[in-house]
């Protein structure tokens, strides 16, 4: 069964710190999605970042990074010199051709930046 | 840039009331999701709908929601006597299957949906 563990629930850190975000998958199925969405207090979801299950290149995209480890089934999501508008929800999902194009959703993880 | 958009952004509803959630998917997009996000939690998948039929549902969608792509825009969420715990924010979403295997869904914004 596919699912998404995203195990820290709230974390805070110091404006221009780095905070790294963990995700965990579960998945039976050999081609997969990864991906992270931004949920700022307005609710809505932003998309972040894609990854496929054959790529496990790590990705970074100003000040976002991401490094995708399939020995350990982990998608993490590090933030470089955090800022206030980082702020938010951010969560990773995880989608397989088993479930079409359906989306397993984590638990999210609330990420405070204090200025 | 094409973006799915929702419409009621909030909607407050009584107790037994039947509610509509409306969508307008990305115009080439062929596949159609709802997802609930009760407050607070993840966000959960409800449906996704295909070739103007349901493709997948959950536990969650029980006979009290249906969907409906009633004209080639608007892809609608009803249910039919809301209770206390259908309030939540609701997600439409839509993809390309053209996409594969690059598949991604875009996300509304959203509907938050209060029941009293």
């Known amino acids: 069964a596919q699912k998404v563990t995203q195990a820290q629930t709230e974390i805070s850190v110091v404006e221009k710190e780095d905070v790294t975000l963990d995700c965990v998958y579960e998945t039976r199925d050999t081609t997969y999605y990864l991906f992270w969405y931004k949920q700022p207090p307005s609710g809505e979801l932003v998309f972040l970042i894609r990854r496929n299950s054959f790529d496990e290149q790590n990705e970074i995209s100003g000040r976002y990074s991401w490094n995708f480890q399939k020995s350990t089934s982990s998608f993490n999501f590090t933030i470089t010199a955090s800022q206030v508008v980082d702020s938010a929800v951010y969560f990773c999902?995880?989608?397989?051709?088993?479930?079409?194009?359906?989306?397993?959703f984590g638990t999210g993880t609330s990420l405070t930046v204090i200025p | 840039e094409p973006e799915v958009t929702q419409t009621p952004s909030h909607q407050v509803t009584q107790m037994g009331q039947e509610v509509i959630l409306r969508c307008v998917p990305i115009?080439?997009?062929?596949?159609f999701y709802w997802y609930r996000q009760i407050l607070g939690q993840k966000v959960e998948f409800l449906v996704s709908f295909y070739n103007n039929e349901i493709s997948e549902k959950s536990e969650i969608f029980d006979d009290q929601f249906s969907v409906e792509r009633p004209d080639g825009s608007n892809f609608t969420l009803k249910i039919r006597s809301t209770k206390l715990e259908d309030s939540a924010m609701y997600f439409c979403?839509?993809?390309?299957?053209?996409?594969?295997?690059?598949?991604?869904?875009?996300f509304g914004q959203g509907t938050r949906l209060t029941v009293v």
């Open positions: 999902a995880l989608s397989d051709l088993n479930t079409g194009n359906q989306f397993y």
């Open positions: 979403a839509s993809s390309d299957p053209s996409d594969r295997p690059n598949t991604e869904a875009f």
């Open positions: 115009s080439n997009h062929l596949y």
